[in-house]
C-alpha cells in the first residue's frame, strides 16, 4: 500500500472514531448515560448501487462508471465492553459490479469486494468505514485479460429513510496483484504487476424482514 492510501485509509478511521467520540459527548450531555439510538441498524439487507471509478497515478487515466448489487448483515450494539453502547455497528457485505472504467488501453470489466464495515449510528445516520478481500477482471490490449485478486479499502455514510429503505454514499479504493508482471495490469499503478482504482457511489439499501411504516 502507499503512503498515500495508508494515511488516507488512518485518516479516514480517525475522522469515524472522532465523530464518534462527539456524537456520544453530545448526547450524554443531553440526554444522560442511558440514551440508546432508536433506529435499528441490525439485520439483513440487500440493494444496488451505481458510481464512478477512476485512476490519474499511472501513465494513462482510465475513468468511467460501474453499476451493481449488495447484499450484507449488521449488528447493533455488538462488544458493549468498549464502551459504544447501542451506537456501534458491525456488519459485512458483498457486492459485484460490472463496468466500463477504461481508456484506449486498459479496462475494467467487472470487479467486487467481501468487506466488513465498523460504523458508528446517530439514530438514522450511519457513519462508516470497510475494507476487505477485493477481486476484478482486467484487461490490457497488449496483454489480455485476467482476474486478479487484493484488497479494498473505504468510508461511507448511510441514512435510514424509513424502516425498510436506506441509501448511501460511498468511497473505496482498490488494489489488485496481476499474476505476474506480464499480467493485465498496469491499471493506475506504477508497479508492472498491479491495478489500483478508486471508486464513488451511491447506493439503495432494502432492509428485509421489517414492517414498512414511513414515519419510523
Do not use: C
Not at 1 to 23: D, E, P, Q, R
Request: no cysteine; aromatic share 12%; hydrophobic share 40%.
Amino acid at each position: 500500500m502507499s503512503k498515500f492510501h495508508t494515511a488516507w485509509a488512518s485518516l479516514t478511521f480517525a475522522s469515524v472514531l472522532t465523530i464518534a467520540a462527539a456524537g456520544a459527548n453530545a448526547t450524554d450531555l443531553k440526554d444522560g448515560p442511558a440514551y440508546v439510538s432508536v433506529t435499528n441498524w441490525s439485520g439483513l439487507y440487500a440493494g444496488a448501487n451505481l458510481g464512478h471509478g477512476w485512476t490519474s497515478d499511472g501513465v494513462v487515466s482510465p475513468s468511467g462508471v460501474f453499476g451493481g448489487g449488495q447484499v450484507g448483515y449488521n449488528w447493533q450494539g455488538a462488544l458493549p465492553s468498549l464502551g459504544f453502547g447501542s451506537h456501534l455497528v458491525l456488519g459485512i457485505e458483498a457486492d459485484i459490479q460490472g463496468a466500463d472504467i477504461s481508456d484506449l488501453g486498459s479496462r475494467v470489466n467487472s470487479f467486487g469486494t467481501i468487506r466488513g464495515r465498523a460504523g458508528y449510528a446517530f439514530d438514522r445516520t450511519l457513519v462508516y468505514f470497510t475494507g476487505g478481500f477485493a477481486f476484478g477482471n482486467i484487461e490490457n490490449v497488449e496483454r489480455g485479460s485476467e482476474t486478479q485478486t487484493g484488497y479494498v479499502l473505504g468510508g461511507g455514510l448511510e441514512y435510514q429513510v424509513n424502516r425498510t429503505w436506506s441509501v448511501k454514499g460511498e468511497y473505496q479504493f482498490l488494489s489488485l496483484d496481476a499474476s505476474d508482471a506480464l499480467g493485465a495490469g498496469p491499471l493506475g499503478s506504477a508497479s508492472l504487476d498491479r491495478s489500483e482504482f478508486s471508486t464513488i457511489r451511491v447506493g439503495l439499501n432494502y432492509h428485509i424482514g421489517r414492517d414498512y411504516d414511513p414515519l419510523k
